[in-house]
T-cell receptor, first 109, second 112 residues
Framework: AQRVTQPEKLLSVFKGAPVELKCNYSYSGSPELFWYVQYSRQRLQLLLRHISRESIKGFTADLNKGETSFHLKKPFAQEEDSAMYYCALRNQAGTALIFGKGTTLSVSS | NAGVTQTPKFRVLKTGQSMTLLCAQDMNHEYMYWYRQDPGMGLRLIHYSVGEGTTAKGEVPDGYNVSRLKKQNFLLGLESAAPSQTSVYFC???????????FGQGTRLTVV
């Protein structure tokens, strides 16, 4: 079965602290994984995708096939990072994205 | 460049009423989707379309119908609204196989 699990509903950190948002997946074959972000009063938007191996706004995510994980990391959190973060997986048929339940990141000073 | 536009932004319905949510995209995208967002449940796929004239069921299709008569529009219908359909509905589109999906601003629907 294809599934995305985000175990944390809420992650609260202080400004400047490291951040790790967890994402685990279940998939047969080679998965395509993404992180989407929804800032307050804004629409959901793509943050990064594993195939690009890019760093966006200081965030990185590495696909670990052995642990079936795609955790999102940032070394130093900023207040403007506060948002809802969704991990997503392209479904087996390649026709849609399956989203996790989301994690709210709250960064305070 | 409007991107993905949803109409309406807010709506309150009485149980048993019907309504249609409209999603329009101006990016010539083939794929379009309807998701619902509920607290603690994340985004769940209702229906999707891989091209004009095609539709398919997602994870939670019951109680909803869709149509894609024109490439740029994807309609979501509720024939007989129920309180369980109170949610925020998001439409999205992507060029081909879903990698980068562009989302609409959402429609907040309350069924009383």
């Amino acid at each position: 079965a294809q599934r995305v699990t985000q175990p944390e509903k809420l992650l609260s950190v202080f400004k400047g602290a490291p951040v790790e948002l967890k994402c685990n997946y279940s998939y047969s074959g080679s998965p395509e994984l993404f992180w989407y972000v929804q800032y307050s009063r804004q629409r959901l938007q793509l943050l990064l995708r594993h195939i690009s191996r890019e760093s966006i706004k200081g965030f990185t995510a590495d696909l670990n096939k052995g642990e079936t994980s795609f955790h999102l990391k940032k070394p130093f959190a900023q207040e403007e990072d506060s948002a809802m973060y969704y991990c997503a997986l392209r479904n087996q048929a390649g026709t849609a994205l399956i989203f996790g339940k989301g994690t709210t990141l709250s960064v305070s000073s | 460049n409007a991107g993905v536009t949803q109409t309406p932004k807010f709506r309150v319905l009485k149980t048993g009423q019907s309504m249609t949510l409209l999603c329009a995209q101006d990016m010539n995208h083939e794929y379009m989707y309807w998701y619902r967002q509920d607290p603690g449940m994340g985004l769940r796929l209702i229906h999707y379309s891989v091209g004009e004239g095609t539709t398919a069921k997602g994870e939670v299709p019951d109680g909803y119908n869709v149509s894609r008569l024109k490439k740029q529009n994807f309609l979501l219908g509720l024939e007989s609204a129920a309180p369980s359909q109170t949610s925020v509905y998001f439409c999205a589109s992507s060029f081909d196989i879903p990698k980068v999906a562009f989302f609409g601003q959402g429609t907040r629907l309350t069924v009383v």
